[in-house]
């Protein structure tokens, strides 16, 4: 029978080495998960945490992980008190305040379970201040805790960091073997997993939970609507289509409250104030990420659409992603050429790493627009969008 370890799709020698880790009560103290965006990296970590935190799994047993029960389920659906995710914080990384509150915090006992976990993501902007403050507890952490660090290559993170923790390499998962897996787990169509693959960045636990939101196709729908329209639009009209997708990119964090509300009233009668203080900031920087992740789709939307009007300017229809708007895209591919699109391309990333440095999201969809109909079909100033960016 299927284990919680088949949840890490594409990575076979992952899967098979958590197992054993697990079945043979050889847990380490510090893990550095390696490989590229959409590699699974982080629900395999989720998924070793709940195989480590497991009542009913474990040597004795003969099985990694039940699955079932009330343990299981709050780490699956994220809403363990003693498994944190953390991200950077900081413009460039994570800030040396932010790393001394979670070794503060890994001194305290754990809330439920026999141990805490702490995953790491994004380790490879650990920077050496932040680091310094992270190497005694990374060296010498307390008997019940394991901390699981995320990062793209080995070689982007501070040896002092790697040289502490045991490397779990994740491979690149192919293109089409990635859309197999999307298909194989959420019953779609394969042109329904390209374009949703498209959308969140590879990231195949990302591609499921956007086919299974009617709100994200809803989104995919309208974003690819202005898209099209932009040829005709002028400064107001683009304006206006940008206050609406940060309205809709807004819309969603409503659920993420919600839960945050229930998950703080199911503990505020035994959980300590210090500990409350701490589940709040927790819900803080859950909203912050939520809210990055929906601006960062919006541009990995904006580039998939791109992308596909640029194979169609080098006559590569055979390869577009999103067939469904394919008679949009021709028309698009008409009034362009293959220059102006890879020119549009260079300006979403640009605009996707000023997201990252925190330059307010209005600004940032002000400009991913302008740009693209500024470079796409040359009609105004093209260096519009990197004015508002400087402001």
Known sequence: MADVFENILGQPHVRDFLRASILQDRVSHAYLFTGPAGSNKTIAACTFAQAILCATGGQSYGEACCKTCDICDKVKRKKHPDVRLFAPEGASGYLVEQIRSITSDATLAPIRANKKIYILDRVDLLGVQAANAFLKTLEEPPEDVVLILLARTAESVLPTIV??????????????????????????????????LAAANSSL??????LQSNERMAFRSRVFEM???LYHADDWDIIGYARELVSLTQAPLDVVRAEQEQELAQNKDFLEKSALRQLEARHKRQL??????YLHQLVALARSWLRDVLVICVQGESLVV????????QTVARDTNEARVTAALEATSTIDAALTYNVSPETCVDALLFAIRDILYGQTETQHYARLLQH
Do not use: H, K, W
Not at 205 to 210: D, L, P, S, T, Y
Not at 288 to 293: D, F, N, Q, R, V
Not at 322 to 329: A, F, I, K, M, S
């Open 163 to 196: 040289s502490r923790c045991q490397v779990v390499p994740f491979r690149t998962i192919p293109d089409q073997e990635a859309a197999q897996l999307v298909v194989q787990n959420t019953g779609a169509s394969l042109e329904q997993a390209r374009f949703a």
């Open 322 to 329: 999103n067939t469904d708007v394919l008679t949009t895209l």
């Open 227 to 229: 898209l099209s329209q």
């Open 288 to 293: 912050s990420a939520a809210t990055m992740t």
């Open 205 to 210: 636990e990302g591609a499921a939970a956007f």
